[in-house]
Structures are given as C-alpha cells and as structure tokens.
C-alpha cells in the first residue's frame, strides 16, 4: 500500500510468490528439524519467531492509520454494504476449489482411484499446481497490466481452470498432461491476488487493507465449504474407495468455476456500463 495503486497487484504477487516459495521448500527442513529436535521443540521455536517477527513488523512497516475519525465499526460497515466487494469476493471464493479442494485435500485420493496413480506421482503431480501459482502470481498481475483489465485478466484465468478440470474429468490424460494442465490451473489460481486488489478499489482508501482482509476471509470460507461438500457427495456417492464417487465429488469444482467466471463477466459488463454513463454525464 506504500507504492502507486497501479502496482498494488504486482507488489502482492511478489509477496505471495515469496510466501509461496518458503511453502513449497520449507517442509524439508521442517522435517529435518522435527526429526532432531521434536515437533513440540519446532512448534515453540516458530511461536517465538513469530513474535519476534511481529514485533519487527512493527518497528520497521510504515504508518498507514488514516486520520480519519471513522470508528471500526463504520468501516467494517463500509466493506460489508458494499454489493460490488460482497460480489467480487464470493466470485473470487467460487473459484478457489481447485486450490482449496483438490490439491489441498482431495486431489492426492482423486489420482488414486481415478487414475491408478501411486500416492508418491499423485503427490508430486498436485505439487505442480503449487509451483504454477507460485510463478502465476507475477504473470497474470503483468497480464492484467497489460490488458489494463483486472476483471477480463480473471475471466480468462476461471475459463482456463474450467476447461482443465472437464478435461481431466472427461478424459483418462497421460502424466505428462497432467503435469502441463496442473501448471496451467496453479498459475490462474494467482487469480486470488487480483481478485483481493479488485475489491479492494470499490471502497475508499482508508478501508482499503480492511477489504483485503474481509476478501482473503470470504474465499477462505468458501475453501471449507469445498472440503465440506465434496467429501459430503463422495460418501453419499460411493465412499473413498469408489471412483465413480470421486468423480461426481470432484465434478463440484468446474461447476462452480463456470459460475465464478459468468459472475466476474457480470462484473466487468456492469463496470462497462458504469464508465460509459460517467462519460455520458
């Protein structure tokens, strides 16, 4: 938020990927340090790594308080009144099952019983989908630059990861494919970062981090409404050891994908339709 409003979402791609890369190789050494220490020694270890971090965030992150004399509660009234950021964020949540609910949890189960897969190439081929946003994150903010449309940038990235998963769905693809195809859905799931920015240019600069917050909590919300519900229709289906069940489970994610996606071409029409008045008047 200290840099220009047009590099926000790089600036946010940068961080995640950051965070992303700590994610993707830090459980070696993690591993390393439970072995000889013990989880219990790591876990306090971590616990006071984060106060200590927290404290320097402190001293060293500028001041951004607004000198507004607006209350919380009012702010928070704001974001939540907001049709658009309300919108934009259950958007934003119907597009995360393919990170939230199946390289997250059902993926790994879904290659197994699907695809015949060992649990080692089935975790490696997920791994994939980690790597693609981690790399993702800076290539669709540079699209959406490019483009100057944040809203048509998102479109293209839910299109991509609906397309994916009917494939993957639809047909039996080789490994190869599916490593190609997970790469692909990673980077468009980078569609969170400028999903969190776009909502957070439908309010007013001093509620700005605020709606972050609230879009981050909305599509993390709709990430347990996905475990929920697929391992909900996997059991009523078939259980864990049918395929078919895992089929109909999974099927979930590119039928919300299409709706997210319809929602954000919503958005952009009504965008559209709201510059051209400006300009009428």
């Not at 876990?43 to 607006?70: E, H, Q």
């Not at 597009?95 to 190439?121: I, M, Q, R």
């Amino acid at each position: 938020m200290t840099f220009a409003e047009k590099r926000f979402s790089r600036m946010l791609s940068f961080s995640v990927t950051i965070g992303l890369i700590g994610a993707i190789y830090g459980g070696g050494p993690v591993s390393c340090l439970c072995e000889s220490l013990g989880y219990q020694k790591v876990l306090r270890l971590f616990a006071l790594s984060g106060v200590i971090l927290a404290a320097i965030t402190y001293w060293i992150i500028p001041n951004m308080n607004s000198s507004s004399k607006d209350t919380v509660l009012s702010n928070i009234k704001e974001v939540f009144t907001n049709s658009r950021v309300i919108l934009s964020c259950i958007f934003a949540g119907l597009l995360v099952g393919p990170l939230e609910g199946f390289a997250d949890v059902w993926g790994t189960s879904f290659l197994k019983e699907t695809y015949g897969l060992h649990s080692t190439v089935a975790a490696s081929l997920l791994s994939m989908i980690f790597i693609g946003m981690c790399f993702g994150s800076p290539v669709l903010s540079f699209i959406a630059e490019k483009t100057k449309s944040t809203l048509l940038t998102i479109v293209g990235a839910g299109a991509v990861m609906a397309i994916s998963f009917v494939l993957l769905l639809a047909w039996k693809l080789q490994t190869g494919f599916l490593s190609i195809n997970f790469v692909l859905v990673g980077v468009c799931c980078a569609y969170q970062i400028l999903a969190i920015y776009k909502a957070s240019t439908f309010v007013s600069e001093q509620v700005a981090g605020l709606t972050t917050a609230v879009a981050n909590m909305i599509i993390m919300t709709f990430g347990y409404a996905f475990h929920s519900i697929i391992g909900g229709i996997i059991q009523i289906a078939g259980g864990p050891d049918s395929s078919t069940a895992f089929f109909y489970g999974i099927a979930v994610i590119p039928v919300t994908l299409c709706i997210g996606t319809l929602g954000y071409v919503y958005l952009y029409v009504r965008e559209k339709k709201a510059k051209a008045l400006t300009l009428k008047v």
